[in-house]
């Protein structure tokens, strides 16, 4: 198991030798190790609890109930801080934790952070500014979360009947969030079990749509077996499950990158817009399932 020393160091990478020593010190004394089960609730949306949890081994996402299921909101590893507004308000819990894998955590409670904040009121600080710093990281992905779904909305809202039209220009959106250098967007043929082509990028070259073409029906069986699966990094390409936000498959986008090199802040951005291309597809195949319906009770009329 990772140590609890080590993990604490790489959330104060700003301190170094004598100051960080102590302030790991202090903090390693006040910290409890909790463990979980993959799947596991750490704490639930609407909670009232006082702590904060800082991920020393394994991975806890972070959902919130939304119209129509979950939105995941972060996918923490190894060093990663939440529940810090626990330490700070009285207010419930705005979204709720789960662990995704068998996970360790080192957990702050508030009223241990207040002893630690009158002992030693310099390293406290310490700690305060790193949760400010978690916080406007957050707050910063949030502003870009926002611009990028309201460009993918505006997409969606010209071309509500045309998912072909919608597929290339949201794929688009994709390659630049990204930097990447090509993409695809394969639609789930449920009928056929297979996956179609909807969209290319311009920049897409034979061997990556060939690579694409080859690998699809077996990323699709891994995304279709695990409803929890939002994304699967191999290699060179990223892949990234299409669904609404109660799980249901639509299909996969895949990114090309030379380097294979996707930031954490793009993939999670990358979720995002996936989302809202799932909710999109949703609503196309429930509208057209209306019009059917609508068709097939004017034949029984005319007959």
């Not at 993409?183 to 079990?193: I, K, T, Y």
């Amino acid at each position: 198991m990772q140590d609890l020393k080590e993990t604490l160091k790489k959330c104060f990478i700003g301190l170094e030798g004598e100051e960080l020593e102590m302030m790991l010190n202090s903090l390693n004394s006040l910290c409890e190790i909790k463990r979980f089960m993959a799947g596991d609730v750490v704490f639930k949306e609407g909670d009232k609890n006082s702590e904060l949890y800082i991920v020393i081994e394994g991975k806890v996402q972070i959902v919130k109930n939304v119209s129509g299921g979950m939105k995941i909101l972060a996918v923490l590893e190894h060093g990663g801080i939440f529940g810090e507004g626990a330490l700070l308000s009285d207010k419930s819990r705005g979204a709720s934790a789960q662990a995704l894998t068998d996970v360790s955590l080192c957990v702050l409670r508030r009223e241990d952070f207040e002893k630690f904040l009158k002992q030693n009121p310099a390293y406290a600080a310490g700690l305060l500014i790193e949760i400010v710093k978690v916080v406007n990281a957050r707050l910063q992905y949030v502003n870009s979360e926002l611009i990028a779904l309201y460009d993918v909305m505006r997409i969606i809202g010209s071309n509500p009947d045309d998912l072909r039209t919608v597929s290339s220009e949201v794929l688009k959106k994709f390659v630049d969030m990204t930097s990447c250098e090509a993409g695809m967007v394969f639609l789930h043929n449920l009928a056929m079990q297979k996956e179609d082509v909807l969209a290319v990028s311009s920049d897409a070259d034979s061997a990556f749509v060939g690579l694409a073409q080859s690998s699809v029906a077996d990323k699709a069986k891994l995304f279709t077996d695990d409803s929890s699966l939002r994304y699967l990094h191999d290699g060179n390409l990223l892949w990234l499950g299409i669904r609404n936000f109660s799980g249901k498959f639509f299909g996969l986008v895949v990114l090309f990158d030379s380097k294979g090199e996707f930031e954490d802040e793009q993939i999670k951005l990358a979720i995002a817009v996936t989302e809202q291309l799932g909710m999109a597809y949703e609503r196309h195949y429930s509208t057209q399932g209306e019009k059917e319906r609508v068709r097939l009770k004017e034949q029984r009329v005319g007959i």
